[in-house]
Structures are given as C-alpha cells and as structure tokens.
C-alpha cells in the first residue's frame, strides 16, 4: 500500500469513528466492509468467540442510539435510514476491532486493523495536545492581565465542541 492509499485510508476511517457513550467506536457494517466481509459473517465470528467481546471492546446500541447515529451518517433523503432497523447494531471500540480482525483471519483484516489501529492512536493524539494546549493557555491567563481575557474567551470558544450535531447539508424533508 502505497503512503498516499494508505493516507487515504486513514481519512476515510476516521470518518466512520464516532463518539458513542463516551467511547470512540466503529460500527459493525462499516467495519465489516473495511474488511471486506458482509456484516453478517463479522457478527456471526463475533458470536462464536463472544468470550473474546467484553462490553469494553463491543456493545450493541440501544434503539435512540442507532437511530440517531443513522440520521447523522445517513445523505440519502429518500430513505430513512435508522427509522426501520431491524438489528440494532454492535460497535467496536479500538480493541475489539483488532480482535474481530483477528478472528476473521484474513489477511485483509490485519492490514486494515493495522490502519484502524493508527487512526485511533492519531485521534488519542490529538486529543492529548489539545489538553496540553489547554493547560498552556491556562498557564498564560495568569500571567497576563484582563486586557487579553477576550483573546482567551475566543481562544476558549474555538476549541469546545458543540454538544449539539451540526445542521444536515442539502434538502430535507420535514415531518408533519
């Protein structure tokens, strides 16, 4: 795989990565395809070695979640995805997608669980220099005065997240 495929890759994983219950996790159609296998035969390996699943590694998703989760992935206007699912879904946090790759035994599996691996590393990364950061503006706060306290309100502002999902692009239908 050449650096270019494999940054390629890593971007497209990392946008199947979502925060559910506090945990980064991957959901299991998107990880059965990134190993090329249907979702089925992934769940099927994973109830045959369930002893390998503690609910640290994998956890199916209540009917709120999934449905939610659905809405923000979903595009697709027509279908409504998440509104008629018939198996609510397991996710899969970093070590229980390295452990259904290993229970798949393809090669393919490995070599995606290697990436998979690597971007939730990248993510943790991140994350840790987003709190030095927050710690260093900290620090600076205190040695200047209140003239710059607007500076570290917008800095502040920048760096939060938004607890509420971001407005949907493109048309919608509204229920009535």
Do not use: W
């Amino acid at each position: 795989m050449t650096k270019r495929e494999s940054m390629i890759l890593a971007e497209r994983i990392m946008n199947l990565i979502f925060n559910i219950r506090g945990t980064k996790v991957i959901i299991d159609t998107d990880l059965a395809a990134l190993y090329g296998v249907s979702t089925k035969v992934l769940n099927q390996a994973v109830k045959r070695n369930i002893d390998r699943f503690p609910a640290s590694f994998m956890f199916r998703l209540k009917k709120n979640e999934a449905k939610e989760l659905f809405s923000l992935r979903s595009q697709n206007v027509t279908l409504k995805r998440g509104q008629h699912v018939k198996y609510l879904p397991y996710v899969f946090t970093e070590h229980g997608a390295l452990m259904s790759a290993n229970i798949l035994r393809s090669q393919q599996a490995i070599t995606i669980s290697i990436q998979i691996i690597e971007v939730f590393v990248r993510m943790r990364k991140l994350l840790i220099s987003y709190d030095d950061l927050a710690c260093k503006l900290d620090e600076m706060e205190k040695n200047y005065d209140y003239q710059f306290q607007q500076v570290f309100e917008t800095i502040r502002q920048l760096m939060t997240t938004p607890d509420t999902p971001r407005r949907k692009i493109g048309f919608q239908v509204r229920d009535e």
